[in-house]
């Protein structure tokens, strides 16, 4: 009986929101509802987009499961049977404190650390106009360190495809190991910011542009870089928009793309598209999937976002709670990529869907 409402909830989130749900999304919520009443923690624990958490926690409000007070959600004694019935845990966070759990930590190269830090006090803001969420200086620090532990940093052609606002092609460049660092963005602000730190430290092979990733790359981009990076929006038609754009850059088999995904606006269904895509449209195989790797500031427009519009909450996030995971892939023989123009009405849906709402 206990295991029919979290399948019904899940149902009727599931038809409230478009995205598809299980017993086992309700599970999630409601342990992380045993470890805390703060709603932006428990989308970090519960691991799903934002509005299928916040659909979930309405339904078990309506079920008399749990209850909103004070912008805190709260189990009530329904709620605390029900979990007791299905011997459901709170959730537990057993990463490494040292390293955020990255099994990368930032500190182990304090030279590089210490430059980054110094070089980007006055880096520019983080803007909604071009979806922008910063990462901690430690995680751009730390995907320095994990290019380097992969063999994908020294003497390489590296390409940076927007999200600049992260400062991961400047912190690439900073180690002066790479062979060539190009970085594309459409920010005028951090073109500029990366060409004016280049120009101080006199590093001479690195380059910003500002470019519009809609546009198709001109010849001489293709073909000719060993790694790429890249942060695309997740709707499905930008996720392969942007990184067929980037594998079409890749130089050989063996070149290696790295991007970020969230499981805060993709369900695990959309990664299961992803990954299909990946293997069967592209041939690429992901090596490498490290939850949680990389961690985001809150950014100053979160209350004007689809996220604050549809938590149960009114209350903003006050710590981290956007996570992404880094995931790195391989070209392997017969790999291929695509360097079309976006369209508008593509354009029109790169950034917010049933499931996105961050922007």
């Given at each position: 009986m206990?295991?029919?409402?979290l399948d019904l909830i899940?149902?009727?989130?599931?038809e409230?929101?478009n995205i598809?749900?299980?017993?086992?999304s309700?599970?999630r919520?409601?342990?992380?509802?045993l470890?805390t009443?703060?709603f932006?923690?428990v989308?970090d624990?519960?691991?799903?987009?934002v509005p299928?958490?916040?659909e979930?926690v309405?339904?078990?409000v309506?079920e008399?499961?749990?209850?909103i007070?004070?912008?805190?959600?709260?189990?009530?004694?329904k709620?605390?049977?029900?979990?007791?019935?299905?011997?459901?845990?709170?959730?537990?966070?057993?990463?490494c404190?040292?390293?955020?759990g990255?099994?990368?930590?930032?500190?182990?190269?304090?030279?590089?650390?210490?430059?980054?830090?110094?070089?980007?006090?006055?880096?520019?803001?983080?803007?909604?106009?071009y979806?922008?969420?910063?990462?901690t200086?430690?995680?751009?620090?730390?995907r320095?360190?994990?290019?380097?532990?992969?063999?994908d940093?020294?003497?390489?052609?590296?390409?940076?495809?927007?999200?600049e606002?992260?400062?991961?092609?400047?912190?690439?460049?900073?180690?002066?190991?790479?062979?060539?660092?190009?970085?594309?963005?459409?920010?005028e602000?951090?073109i500029?910011?990366?060409n004016?730190?280049?120009?101080?430290?006199?590093?001479?092979?690195?380059?910003?542009?500002?470019?519009?990733?809609?546009n198709?790359?001109?010849?001489?981009?293709?073909?000719?870089?060993?790694v790429?990076?890249?942060d695309?929006p997740?709707?499905?038609?930008a996720?392969?928009?942007?990184?067929?754009?980037?594998?079409?850059?890749?130089?050989?088999?063996g070149?290696?793309?790295?991007?970020?995904l969230?499981l805060?606006?993709?369900?695990?269904?959309r990664w299961h598209?992803?990954?299909?895509?990946?293997?069967?449209?592209?041939?690429?195989?992901i090596t490498?999937?490290?939850?949680?790797f990389?961690?985001?500031?809150?950014?100053?427009?979160?209350?004007?976002?689809?996220?604050?519009?549809?938590?149960?909450?009114?209350k903003?996030?006050?710590?981290?709670?956007?996570?992404?995971?880094?995931?790195?892939m391989?070209?392997?023989?017969g790999?291929?990529?695509?360097n079309v123009?976006i369209t508008d009405e593509v354009?029109?849906?790169?950034?917010?869907?049933?499931?996105g709402?961050?922007?």
């Amino acid at each position: 009986m206990a295991r029919e409402v979290l399948d019904l909830i899940a149902k009727r989130a599931s038809e409230k929101t478009n995205i598809k749900l299980y017993g086992r999304s309700v599970e999630r919520v409601l342990a992380g509802l045993l470890t805390t009443s703060d709603f932006w923690k428990v989308v970090d624990l519960a691991d799903q987009p934002v509005p299928a958490t916040a659909e979930i926690v309405r339904q078990l409000v309506a079920e008399g499961i749990a209850k909103i007070e004070n912008d805190e959600i709260l189990l009530i004694e329904k709620g605390f049977n029900l979990v007791k019935e299905l011997k459901i845990p709170p959730a537990v966070d057993y990463s490494c404190k040292a390293c955020e759990g990255r099994g990368i930590p930032f500190y182990a190269n304090l030279d590089w650390y210490h430059t980054f830090l110094q070089v980007t006090k006055d880096r520019p803001k983080a803007i909604q106009e071009y979806d922008q969420g910063s990462v901690t200086p430690e995680t751009t620090v730390s995907r320095v360190l994990f290019l380097d532990s992969r063999e994908d940093l020294r003497d390489r052609d590296i390409l940076v495809m927007g999200a600049e606002d992260d400062l991961t092609g400047l912190a690439v460049a900073l180690t002066r190991l790479p062979r060539r660092v190009l970085i594309l963005d459409i920010d005028e602000r951090s073109i500029d910011f990366d060409n004016r730190i280049f120009k101080e430290l006199g590093i001479d092979n690195a380059e910003a542009i500002r470019f519009d990733l809609r546009n198709p790359f001109p010849e001489e981009w293709l073909k000719s870089f060993d790694v790429f990076i890249t942060d695309p929006p997740e709707t499905l038609k930008a996720f392969k928009a942007f990184i067929a754009r980037g594998i079409a850059a890749l130089r050989q088999e063996g070149s290696v793309g790295y991007f970020g995904l969230t499981l805060r606006d993709s369900s695990i269904t959309r990664w299961h598209q992803f990954q299909k895509a990946l293997i069967n449209d592209y041939g690429m195989v992901i090596t490498d999937i490290v939850q949680d790797f990389n961690a985001y500031m809150n950014w100053d427009y979160h209350a004007e976002t689809k996220a604050q519009e549809v938590a149960p909450v009114n209350k903003v996030p006050t710590d981290i709670w956007y996570r992404s995971a880094w995931v790195r892939m391989e070209a392997l023989p017969g790999f291929k990529g695509e360097n079309v123009q976006i369209t508008d009405e593509v354009f029109r849906e790169l950034y917010l869907d049933e499931e996105g709402s961050t922007t």
